[in-house]
């Protein structure tokens, strides 16, 4: 008698080649992702881990290519030092002023703007054209137009309201630097939450409305619910962008005066190349990304709740 043939899971995987990794990799379907797996393991995998490898060591300008290794003494001295734990204070307070503003203006103008208006889209560009200008060139126009002298900005303060304070002073620079983060970053919530406004179905905004939902109601009961998960979005990458504001700032206060503005990005950009104290700037970096790691995915793991809830 013959034998039986066998018929399984074991005897197919025995029947069918060994693939070898490069013959893998070099299948149609992946040639095609490498290459930006490649660009984003440069330009974001490398640096992170070239960072954390700084942040074991003393590096300094002089042995920056023999430092010693000293593991988590450089966290433990960031941990430690009041100038660190003041920038993350002042850094906190920029981020949650300056985009919790930007979250509820940036809303109410696209509300305005999601309806019928005469020169529409005129409105929608002069709303956006702040967000075009690079940041270096905002803090340099605002220091020209914040020059106590010869500044259009301080001039008719002090001629309409006799406010004669420097706005650049160690009261006012976080408040104006804000303001300013404020006129620039507020497009970009608006221009999300009007998209998102722009994709809702009109068909319950018109149930809504012939059930008696108008202005207040509407929006706190209808609409702030389907756009919700829309403003968290712009929310999570506005956070992530105000953590690291670093341009108008540096150009306009460089973290003064007093320490009144620096913020950790400038803090860090002081401690590495001002003092070069590589190591613990690498430090405060890699908690920085900590910090930030946490934040986003917290507001993550709300939104979801929320999207999940709705």
Request: aromatic share 14%; proline share 6%; glycine share 6%.
């Amino acid at each position: 008698m013959s034998e039986p043939v066998v018929l399984g899971s074991a005897a197919r995987s025995r029947s069918r080649p060994r693939v070898g990794f490069l013959a893998w990799m070099a299948h149609p379907a992946r040639l095609m992702v490498w290459p930006v797996v490649a660009v984003l393991l440069f330009v974001t995998v490398y640096p992170f881990l070239y960072g954390l490898k700084l942040s074991l060591y003393a590096v300094t300008i002089q042995n920056y290519f023999t430092a010693a290794f000293v593991g988590l003494a450089n966290y433990a001295a960031a941990l430690v030092d009041p100038n660190f734990w003041h920038s993350m204070w002042v850094t906190l307070i920029y981020v949650v002023v300056a985009v919790g503003v930007e979250l509820v203006v940036g809303f109410y103008l696209a509300v305005l703007m999601h309806r019928p208006l005469r020169l529409k889209r005129l409105w929608i560009a002069l709303i956006i054209a702040p967000m075009m200008v690079p940041p270096v060139l905002v803090g340099v126009s605002f220091v020209l137009q914040l020059n106590s002298l010869y500044g259009p900005i301080p001039f008719y303060l002090q001629s309409w309201f006799g406010f004669v304070h420097s706005l650049l002073g160690n009261t006012y620079a976080l408040p104006t630097l804000i303001a300013i983060d404020i006129w620039q970053w507020t497009p970009f919530m608006f221009l999300l939450i009007y998209a998102g406004l722009q994709a809702l179905p009109p068909e319950v905004l018109e149930a809504a409305t012939v059930d008696g939902a108008h202005g207040a109601t509407l929006l706190k009961n209808i609409v702030v619910p389907l756009v919700a998960p829309v403003m968290a979005v712009a929310l999570i990458f506005r956070v992530l962008d105000a953590f690291k504001s670093f341009d108008t700032m540096f150009v306009l206060t460089n973290g003064g005066p007093n320490y009144a503005t620096t913020t950790i990005s400038i803090y860090i950009f002081k401690l590495a190349f001002a003092t070069g104290n590589f190591g613990e700037a690498a430090a405060i970096n890699v908690l920085l990304i900590i910090l930030v790691t946490i934040i986003v995915r917290l507001l993550i793991h709300r939104t979801l709740s929320q999207v999940y809830e709705s």
